[in-house]
């Protein structure tokens, strides 16, 4: 395989539809000998997931795990949100939260 076509391939991560199994192409697939490093696009045709079977057109892309979260296809759409990586997304949540709590409590310094 030339160069070019190993730097065209990325190591997105593919989610089973079926079931939810994510196959990380960092971590490979040691149940089935398939190496760390080991892209999505270069599993064997018979690959099925380890978890329920299904074959590899039933999985979707989820891209990388250290860029933005979610699907390629929906970053581009929400209020600024889709284009949040995870950490962001969950500090946004969870500081949602706190600030709700704390807002809760103050009321009941109002008395």
């Known amino acids: 395989m030339s160069d070019r076509a190993t730097e ?3 190591l997105d991560r593919h989610e089973c539809r079926a079931c939810g199994y994510v196959y990380d192409p ?4 040691p149940k089935n000998d398939i190496a760390p490093g080991t892209a999505f696009e270069d599993l064997p045709q ?3 997931c ?3 079977g299904a074959r590899k057109s ?3 892309n989820l891209g990388q795990m250290e860029g933005v979260s979610g699907f390629k296809a929906n970053q581009r759409y929400g209020v600024g949100v889709n284009g949040m990586t995870e950490g962001q997304k969950s500090l946004l949540i969870f500081g949602g939260l706190v600030v709700g709590f ?3 409590l103050s009321m009941y310094g109002l008395q």
Do not use: E
């Open 46 to 48: 018979t690959w099925v």
């Open 50 to 52: 380890p978890v329920c």
């Open 8 to 10: 065209s391939k990325t």
């Open 26 to 29: 960092k971590k490979g697939n």
């Open 58 to 60: 039933v999985f979707q």
């Open 102 to 104: 704390l807002l809760l």
